[in-house]
C-alpha cells in the first residue's frame, strides 16, 4: 500500500460492527502526538489492536480513533487539562480500522522541551478492568443522551460538561478522583 493509499483509507468514515476487542493485561498501547494532536509515533500494540498499519497513522489526527459513542464532554476535560500542562488519566473507547472497539485506561501527558514549553502529548494506554467498565458505561452513555439532546456540537458539548460536572461532584472532588477511585477500587 502506498502512503496515498495509506492516508486514503486512514481518512476514510469507520463504521463500528459492535465487535469489542482487547489486548493483553501485560501490554501497553503508546502514542505520541504534536501540539495539534497529529500522530507523530504508534506502537505495535497501537497497530494491532486499531487494525492500522503505521503509514496509515503517522500524520494524521489522533481522533483518528475516536468512537462515535464517546462523549464529547471527555475530549473537552481531557484537551482543556492537557493543553494547561497537566496530566490526565480517563476511560476511552476507541474504534479500530475495521469497525471493533475497544476500550483503555488512557494516561495523557504533556511532552515539554527545555524551556518548559508543550511540544506535543504523549500516551499510554492499559487494559481496563470490567469492573471499571461496568462504572464508567452509565456515566458515558447519561452523557451521550444529554449531547444528543442538541442540535449543534457547541451545546451538546457544553450541556455534556455541565452534566459530567454534576455527575462528578456527587461521587468525587474531581473527574480525575473519581477515576482514581475506580481504579484502587478494582485494585482491593
Known amino acids: 500500500m502506498t502512503t496515498t493509499e495509506a492516508t486514503a483509507r486512514a481518512r476514510t468514515a469507520v463504521r463500528p460492527t459492535g465487535v469489542e476487542r482487547s489486548f493483553g493485561a501485560d501490554e501497553l498501547i503508546v502514542s505520541k502526538t504534536d501540539r495539534r494532536g497529529v500522530i507523530t509515533y504508534a506502537n505495535d500494540v497501537f497497530l494491532r489492536v486499531g487494525a492500522y498499519s503505521l503509514d496509515e497513522v503517522i500524520g494524521q489526527p489522533h481522533n483518528l480513533i475516536r468512537h462515535p459513542e464517546m462523549p464529547r464532554a471527555v475530549f473537552h476535560l481531557l484537551w482543556d487539562t492537557i493543553s494547561r500542562g497537566h496530566e490526565l488519566f480517563a476511560y476511552i473507547n476507541n474504534l479500530a480500522a475495521d469497525g471493533a472497539h475497544y476500550w483503555v ?27 471499571a467498565l461496568a462504572q464508567i458505561r452509565p456515566l458515558y452513555a447519561a452523557l451521550l443522551a444529554e449531547e444528543r439532546r442538541h442540535s449543534t456540537a457547541k451545546a451538546a458539548v457544553t450541556a455534556s460538561a455541565q452534566l459530567l460536572d454534576r455527575l462528578v461532584a456527587e461521587k468525587a472532588a474531581g473527574y480525575e478522583d473519581m477515576i482514581w477511585s475506580i481504579i484502587a477500587a478494582q485494585e482491593n
Open 105 to 131: 485506561l488512557a494516561h495523557v501527558t504533556p511532552s515539554v522541551d527545555e524551556r518548559g514549553t508543550i511540544v506535543g502529548y504523549h500516551s499510554n494506554r492499559r487494559r481496563p478492568s470490567p469492573g
